[in-house]
């Protein structure tokens, strides 16, 4: 027999984990039911349960790309567990909007709709909606083009300008932007607000739920709570932090590591909330993913506590990088034994150009911003720290082109292996690569630039720099030194005796730590690398 998660309110000691074939709901095929009912929310039900592979139409279907196949029956879904078991679902029939489809919200538009449920998403951005409407993916993202398509066929996804299409959903996902304040540290929450004012104007149907998934400083889902409640009170709110990778998204959004759901404090089980809640994320919670329920201010700083914390711990070995570059000690042998000491781990830990992207940089500024707002700015000091740490390795590599080409880069040509944030990703916001390459440019040098996946959006943000499509090679032909800044596969797989003759002078500097030293010594290159000054 099923065993619901535990629920022990909003306050307290709300973690409960949902193990494999744990889920709230109702077992199939003659199980005992206990339906979750959000019919009182004017939602449906919802019922799910372990089954050890046999169902309705007594076939075990094959697990898909996304981990859940669907049945003859339509809705009904099959999962394997985490211990090798099958679940089937009867996923609700709920109609779920997605505000903002940008890196987060088609993500999440797509795989809600690969789950099984009706899903709208809406954007401000007409050109974003019409490449997603027509089945392309406006950004790189491995994946999650097959499973748009996939979706946009079955007619469960659809995408839209307008906020009307939105209104008679029954949850509303918030996944838009939350960047950095121009000329500030806070987050911009500019976008959220006009979301949450749009969704209100539209009229929002009776016991809707709006979740907000935008990474917001501690203090938004209360504030938000209250705007709810005075100007749409047949609305609830929940908190729904989200942890994707860019480059590992679609898995990520399908098989996260853990879900948090914040509520509000006076929340009870059968909260259209909650209920909403475990209804959206039944066939995850039931394959064995962990949840934490807790109340909306725990919820908002999951979030930012997860970046502020990879984010110190890059920066702690690149500070170590530092301290090898002046000891002579080699960061990477100095990570590498620190990895073997399971309190520390080796996730996180190689040194290098250091972070940046659309969330760690400005989250952890964000987060100091709001601490200090609440008077406990010194707990955070050492964010400021972290993110100096981690703009200070930019330095590094600009003064080392700089010295290695004679004090002036002025008139050198230098190439760029890379120009997004991190590989597998199309995004450069806040890239270490391109700041560094754009830094050189002004410095006076010629600077040309590849990347495997971020020219057309590089192109766009930095017109002054030269770009390539020709790969390594044609960035590096003539190129006095040669910087290896995001550490696609395809660099790393470099062949440097190939690529020894197209450059003036065979110099790499290794931003990432990444290539092999001894092979490319081999060709004839002279290897640098960050934190490890007799590499
Ligand atoms: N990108 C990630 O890996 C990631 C991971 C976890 C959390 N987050 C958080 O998710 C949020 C979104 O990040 P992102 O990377 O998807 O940003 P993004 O810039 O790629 O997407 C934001 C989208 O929101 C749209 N938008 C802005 N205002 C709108 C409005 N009023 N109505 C409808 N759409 C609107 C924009 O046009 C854009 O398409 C941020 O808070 C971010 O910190 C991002």
Same mark, same amino acid.
């Given at each position: ?14 973690? @409960? ?27 449906? @039900? ?114 839209? !300008? @307008? ?30 607000? =006009? ?103 725990? =919820? ?38 620190? @990895? ?9 830990? &190689? ?14 500024? =964000? ?31 600009? !003064? ?9 880069? !002025? ?23 391109? &700041? ?60 440097? =005796? ?38």
């Amino acid at each position: 027999m099923t065993s619901g998660p535990t629920w022990t309110g909003a306050r307290g000691a709300e973690t @409960s984990q949902s193990g494999p074939g744990e889920a709230s709901g109702t077992p199939l095929g003659g199980r005992q039911a206990r339906p979750a009912t959000i019919a009182s929310a004017g939602l449906v @039900s919802y019922t799910s349960g372990p089954d050890r592979g046999t169902r309705d139409d007594g076939v075990v279907h094959p697990r898909s790309d996304s981990g859940f196949t669907r049945s003859r029956l339509g809705r009904l879904l099959v999962s394997t567990n985490l211990d090798g078991s099958a679940t089937s679902y009867d996923v609700a029939p709920l109609r779920l909007s997605v505000v903002g489809t940008g890196y987060l919200g088609a993500t999440h538009a797509v795989c809600m709709a690969e789950l099984g449920f009706d899903v709208v998403g809406v954007d401000v951005d007409a050109d974003k909606v019409a490449r997603l409407a027509a089945g392309v993916v406006p950004f790189f993202e491995p994946g999650l083009e097959e499973l748009l398509r996939k979706n946009l066929e079955a007619g469960r996804l659809t995408f839209s !300008t @307008s906020f009307a299409d939105a209104a008679d959903a029954d949850v509303h996902f918030v996944c838009v932007g939350t960047p950095q304040l121009p000329g500030g540290h806070a987050a911009d929450m500019r976008y959220v607000d =006009a979301a949450v004012s749009n969704l209100i104007a539209v009229g929002l149907k009776a016991g809707s739920v709006v979740v907000g998934k935008s990474t917001v400083p501690a203090g938004t889902a209360a504030r938000l709570a209250e705007w709810l409640a005075r100007d749409a009170p047949q609305t609830h709110l929940a908190w729904n932090p989200e942890f994707l990778r860019e480059g590992f998204a679609v898995d990520d959004t399908l098989r996260p590591d853990r879900l948090v759901f914040g509520f509000a404090d006076d929340i009870t089980p059968d909260s259209p909330a909650v209920v909403a809640m475990e209804a959206v994320y039944g066939p995850l919670l039931a394959a064995g993913v962990p949840v934490v329920r807790t109340d909306f201010a725990t =919820a908002e700083l999951v979030k930012v506590a997860a970046n502020a914390f990879l984010a110190t711990k890059i920066s702690f070995i690149n500070a170590m990088a530092e301290v090898c570059e002046a000891t002579g000690g080699d960061v990477l042998g100095l990570a590498r034994a620190l @990895s073997y000491d399971p309190r520390i781990g080796g996730r996180f830990l &190689a040194p290098g150009l250091g972070f940046g992207g659309g969330c760690l940089p400005k989250d952890i500024r =964000a987060f100091q911003a709001r601490a200090d707002e609440l008077g406990v700015g010194a707990a955070l000091g050492f964010l400021a720290d972290v993110d100096a740490v981690n703009l200070r390795r930019r330095d590094r590599v600009v !003064t080392l082109v700089t010295e290695l080409l004679g004090g002036d880069v !002025t008139g050198k040509k230098v190439a760029i292996l890379g120009a997004a944030f991190k590989p597998n990703s199309d995004d450069i916001r806040d890239s270490p690569a391109l &700041a560094v390459a754009e830094r050189l440019r002004r410095a006076g040098a010629t600077v040309t630039v590849y990347d495997p996946a971020a020219l057309a959006n590089a192109r766009r943000a930095y017109p002054e720099l030269n770009y390539t499509d020709e790969g390594a090679t044609g960035a590096a032909r003539g190129a006095h030194v040669v910087a290896h800044l995001t550490e696609w596969m395809e660099f790393r797989e470099l062949d440097p =005796a190939v690529l020894r003759p197209v450059v003036a002078t065979p110099l790499l500097i290794d931003g990432r730590n990444a290539l092999d030293a001894r092979l490319w010594r081999e060709a004839g290159w002279t290897y640098h690398a960050l934190g490890r000054p007799r590499a």
